[in-house]
């Protein structure tokens, strides 16, 4: 590692081209300079100057050098800066959600991205396990999750509800399916499918044994394939509002209408100890908004309801 004081030095005196002058300008003794270029030199391996009269030049290797410290030198005041500055509209922004609420979500962050090119956006798509891990590792900035992690490296806050939705094929003409109906048809499971069924299932069909115990037709990890499936008629699912809002078909499926309806909150997770950057501000309240309009009606949030 070359010395930054001797190279600094080096570089004042390339500029004051003297060393009378170098030594005052870093209040040090002329001597004091020579001997950190010779110090330098040694680190080097190779001469520096050359004595020309009182003066000197530069050889190649000192060429070569000083255009290595003023490099070092600007990139030094350029992360000085960087460090300093926390700018709203630059840099990287990474947030994580289940595929339904990531599906509603990245469309309304896209406007915000158009208008500020220099942000940087990841939005991933992840069962609630991995949400919670990405997170607390520092990752990605933000989370949105079903459940408060507990974790003493989070942050978590309610920031909405939102219904958990028995979906069936409109063509199976099922308004409120039987449990031989959905044994039927067979379920199809996703990343979070055990889990919602675990939630919404016992309230309302006293046969339910557990979800390892469905009669499964399939898995689907894509979002958007999940209720495809459902609206070919392949089978039902259980998927958070928001997975069918998005959904271009969704005449073609039927939200049950259940005796005990069940809804689930949504929790906004941050690393604990950490300050959120400016630039996650707006991905932040585009979150909040969101959670807070599957909470208070689809209404608010210019969508309308599957049939």
Same mark, same amino acid.
């Given at each position: 590692m070359i010395n930054a004081t001797w190279l600094e030095s080096f570089i004042t005196l390339t500029e004051e081209e003297s060393f009378t002058k170098t030594a005052k /300008? +870093?209040?040090?003794? !002329?001597?004091? =300079?020579? !001997?950190?270029?010779?110090?330098?030199?040694? !680190?080097?391996?190779?001469?520096? +100057?050359?004595?020309?009269?009182?003066?000197?030049?530069? @050889?190649?290797?000192?060429?070569?050098?000083?255009?290595?410290?003023?490099?070092?030198?600007?990139?030094?005041?350029? +992360?000085?800066? @960087?460090?300093? /500055?926390?700018?709203?509209? $630059?840099?990287? =922004?990474?947030?994580?959600?289940?595929?339904?609420?990531?599906?509603?979500?990245?469309?309304?962050? +896209?406007?915000?991205?158009?208008?500020?090119?220099?942000?940087?956006? @990841?939005?991933?798509?992840?069962p609630e396990r991995s949400v919670i891990e990405a997170v607390a590792e520092g990752t990605l900035d933000l989370g949105v999750v079903n459940c408060d992690p507990e974790q003493r490296r989070l942050v978590a806050e309610q920031?909405?509800?939102?219904?958990?939705?028995?979906? @069936?094929? $409109? $063509?199976?003409?099922?308004?409120?399916?039987?449990?031989?109906?959905?044994? /039927?048809?067979?379920?199809?499971?996703?990343?979070?499918?055990? $889990?919602?069924?675990?939630?919404?299932?016992?309230?309302?069909?006293?046969?339910?044994?557990?979800?390892?115990k469905l009669r499964r037709r399939g898995f689907v990890n894509q979002i958007n394939q999940i209720p495809a499936s459902v609206a070919a008629g392949v089978g039902y699912t259980i998927l958070p509002r928001s997975g069918i809002l998005t959904f271009p078909r969704a005449d073609e499926l039927s939200v049950a209408a259940l005796t005990v309806p069940h809804r689930q909150a949504l929790w906004l997770i941050t690393r604990a100890g950490r300050k959120l950057p400016a630039r996650c501000r707006w991905a932040e309240e585009e979150i909040r908004r969101l959670g807070a309009g599957l909470g208070l009606g689809l209404s608010s949030l210019g969508m309308n309801s599957a049939h």
């Open positions: /300008r +870093l209040n040090m003794t !002329q001597p004091g =300079v020579s !001997q950190q270029i010779r110090k330098l030199e040694q !680190q080097i391996g190779a001469p520096l +100057l050359q004595r020309v009269g009182k003066g000197f030049l530069l @050889t190649d290797a000192g060429k070569d050098l000083r255009a290595f410290g003023l490099r070092r030198r600007d990139e030094e005041v350029h +992360l000085l800066e @960087t460090l300093g /500055r926390d700018d709203p509209h $630059s840099g990287a =922004v990474g947030v994580a959600a289940s595929g339904s609420f990531a599906n509603l979500l990245y469309p309304a962050l +896209l406007p915000h991205l158009a208008q500020h090119p220099d942000l940087r956006l @990841t939005l991933q798509a992840a920031i909405g509800e939102e219904e958990l939705c028995l979906i @069936t094929p $409109s $063509s199976a003409g099922l308004g409120t399916p039987e449990w031989i109906d959905l044994e /039927r048809l067979g379920f199809i499971d996703h990343p979070d499918g055990k $889990s919602y069924a675990e939630q919404l299932m016992p309230r309302n069909y006293p046969q339910f044994e557990g979800a390892e």
